[in-house]
């Protein structure tokens, strides 16, 4: 079975651009969650989505917007970009909201210039 | 708020030379706490997860285990190829997100 999917794997914007990153689940799973991960750290929750609902939202501004498909594929979307949003931006998926643990995808590398 | 603090921030090991990695938290009642292997530049690779206080989890060389304040990941006798950070997570009950921490870098020498 595929893992998690994610595109692009790079990326490379410039200050005040917007970008579109998507995410296939698991098949099967309905929960996907997007975190924000910065070299040398762990990865910051900014997303939770199941069944198409916002179950989480993280400390991010509202730059920051996310939303799930009937399929249960994700998009995160972030705009007015700013030199501090280059990360890694991983997407993880899980079965449910109980006992979920959650499957990462490769992640985008994410530019800012 | 919930938190993850690992220690060591980085490790450097012999090949065969076992050692522990730890995990304390603080959180507002566990839900599960998870351990992932990380590669530079790949996300992370889903390694254990586990529930509740005396709990143990096994596979291959990597043995983790979970009290209430924290967790051990134990590696015996590792080998180059295990070199990776090591991230460990929490998650509350009736939260959808995973808190990390900043993991443990490890390294084993030939």
């Known amino acids: 079975d595929a893992g998690v999917t994610q595109s692009p794997t790079h990326l490379i914007k410039t200050r005040g651009q917007h970008v579109t990153l998507r995410c296939s689940p698991i098949?099967?799973?309905?929960?996907v969650s997007w975190y924000q991960q910065v070299l040398g750290q762990g990865p910051q929750f900014i997303f939770q989505y199941y069944e198409k609902e916002e179950r989480g939202r993280g400390n991010f501004p509202d730059r920051f917007s996310a939303r799930q498909f009937p399929n249960y594929s994700s998009e995160l979307n972030v705009n007015a970009l700013l030199l501090g949003d280059s990360a890694l931006y991983l997407c993880?998926?899980?079965?449910?909201?109980?006992?979920?643990?959650?499957?990462f995808g490769p992640g985008t590398r994410l530019l800012v210039l | 708020e919930d938190q993850v603090t690992q220690s060591p921030e980085a490790l450097r090991l012999q090949e065969g030379e076992s050692s522990s990695l730890n995990c304390s938290y603080t959180v507002s009642g566990l839900r599960g706490l998870f351990w992932y292997r990380q590669d530079p530049g790949k996300g992370p690779e889903f390694l254990f997860t586990?529930?509740?206080a005396g709990e143990e989890k096994e596979k291959e060389r990597l043995k983790a285990t979970l009290t209430k304040k924290e967790s051990f990941l134990h590696i015996t006798a590792p080998k180059p190829e295990d070199s990776a950070t090591y991230l460990c997570a929490v998650q509350a009950e009736g939260a959808g997100k995973s808190t990390f921490g900043d993991g443990t870098t490890l390294t084993v020498k030939p």
């Open positions: 993880a998926s899980s079965l449910n909201t109980r006992r979920q643990t959650q499957y």
């Open positions: 586990l529930y509740s």
């Open positions: 098949s099967g799973h309905k929960s």
